[in-house]
């Protein structure tokens, strides 16, 4: 089988091949306390050997209910925010046509949608109302069982679900993904007997996509959990602590960002040139961005979707500040074949392009942009692909997780908490008026003068 690749020639103007080699030492160690637990975080290392220990007979039964739930629902609503819904959005969004989601398309499978991601009336509002007349359920996902978006989110849909089915059978449309224990969610699931899968204590978030949270709703989907575990075995094996630097992908690509880092690029842009990656980079956004982003540190990760934003980010990119870097995901063969027609008028002048395939043309703004950054000043890192599937998928899901566990620790700082986080909410709270919250209420009440 072929793999994913990386390459960082394209860094090669802009740090010398001392200053790479200067981080090798502590980029293997940081990798290595990842296995040996040594590093910050450590009980969340749950991840790191994942692939090769995830329960068989859950497993099973993932794809056993995810198979007949399918038979029996034409829509399930995934409820959850952050890590616990980007991770099976970017998979089922890169596999999926591009136009199902509108046309209906994929009439003999279940459609996956998406809310508690946001506290928008609009949205709520919205799809409680296209669910009216549909054959629906829930899938709630939440580690706490406790964050607010879901939480809210769960209680309107469940109210809609119990009018239109009854409790009981409403019940049996909804599974629970959460905390084994503990949680306002887990005490709910046993009071309502919903179907529920755990997660893992020392898994986080932004790391549970191979747990029930991402396969769950990518079995829903219809797609193929075990090729994409597979893809993740290969990497989980590839990027061991005995694998050095030089065969080491995940340490490459987290020396690379390192140094750029230090040298002042401080921002990281994601490209893709197909836009079914879209939420493959809005994954890796919150994955590296809350994993890094702490103690005044961190590279900001952004993303771009080419050729589309080359005629609206590009003239930053080639002109703007200079610290920018890019990493393209570069796909080598896309899973459809189409060519420019001939045309007898040529009055477009493209007949120099019939017979092409459209991808050829894609390839060349490609390598075009890749120079035309460079010679800009975006030190350039490439990710190969060799196509978009679910086995490629998982070896990239591993990677990053992997050179992200690195990388934040070269940074000196622990991947695994994210305290800021709290911070918008304690005022929300407070602003809310939540029990608990009395004194920062009167003191944010004062701030907004009222
Ligand atoms: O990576 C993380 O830990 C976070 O992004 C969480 O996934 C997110 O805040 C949702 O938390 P929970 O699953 O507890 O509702």
């Known amino acids: 089988m072929d793999k994913i690749s990386l390459n960082i020639e394209g860094i090669k103007n802009f740090v010398t091949n001392d ?10 160690k940081s990798n290595l306390q990842l296995h040996d637990k040594t590093g910050t975080g450590n009980d969340f290392l749950g991840w790191v050997n994942l692939p090769f220990e995830i329960d068989k007979e859950e497993l099973e039964d993932i794809k056993k209910t995810a198979a007949e739930l399918s038979q029996t629902l034409d829509i399930m609503v995934v409820i959850g925010i952050g890590g616990s819904y980007l991770g099976a959005k970017a998979v089922i969004e890169a596999l999926s046509n591009n136009f199902s989601s509108y046309a209906n398309l994929s009439k003999e499978k279940l459609t996956v949608l998406y809310a508690g991601h946001n506290i928008s009336e609009d949205y709520l509002f ?10 629906w359920g829930i899938t709630v996902i939440s580690k706490s069982g406790t964050t607010t978006e879901p939480a809210i989110t769960f209680r309107m849909l469940k109210n809609e679900l119990d009018k239109k089915y009854g409790k009981k059978s409403a019940s049996n449309r909804i599974i629970a993904i959460t905390d084994k224990e503990k949680g306002a969610l887990r005490e709910l699931a046993a009071k309502e ?5 755990n997660i893992a204590d020392d898994i986080g978030g932004r790391f549970s996509v191979l747990t029930a949270v991402g396969l769950f709703p990518i079995a829903l989907a219809g797609f193929d ?3 994409l575990i597979e893809g993740a075995k290969y990497y989980c094996k590839e990027t061991k602590s005995e694998i050095k630097s030089d065969k080491n992908i995940a340490i490459t690509y987290a020396i690379a960002r390192n140094i750029l880092y230090q040298k002042g690029y401080i921002i990281e842009v994601m490209a893709n040139y197909n836009p079914k990656l879209h939420y493959f980079a809005e994954w890796w956004k919150q994955l590296f961005g809350e994993s890094e982003g702490k103690d005044g540190k961190g590279i900001f990760p952004a993303s771009v979707d080419f050729t589309t934003d080359l005629h609206s980010m590009g003239q930053y990119l080639q002109d703007g500040k200079r610290i920018i870097f890019e990493t393209v995901i570069s796909i080598e063969n896309p899973s459809r074949t189409l060519a420019v027609p001939y045309d007898k008028g040529n009055l477009d002048g493209l007949n120099y392009l019939s017979g092409r395939r459209v991808h050829e043309i894609n390839e060349m703004s490609e390598i075009g942009t890749m120079f035309a950054h460079i010679d800009g000043g975006v030190p350039n890192i490439k990710i190969n692909l060799p ?6 998928l998982g070896q990239l899901i591993y990677f990053f997780e992997k050179a992200c566990g690195i990388s934040a620790y070269m940074l000196g700082v622990n991947p695994f908490n994210q305290p800021g986080v709290e911070n918008y ?16 209420t009167k003191k944010i009440k004062k701030r907004i003068g009222r």
């Open 19 to 28: 200053e790479i080699n200067s981080l090798i030492e502590i980029a293997e």
């Open 126 to 135: 919205e799809i409680i109302d296209f669910l009216n007349d549909k054959n």
């Open 193 to 197: 007997n919903y179907k529920t899968y």
């Open 225 to 227: 959990v075990d090729a």
């Open 387 to 392: 196509e978009i599937n679910e086995y490629y």
């Open 425 to 440: 909410k304690n005022n929300m709270f407070a602003l809310l008026g939540k029990k608990g919250f009395e004194e920062e």
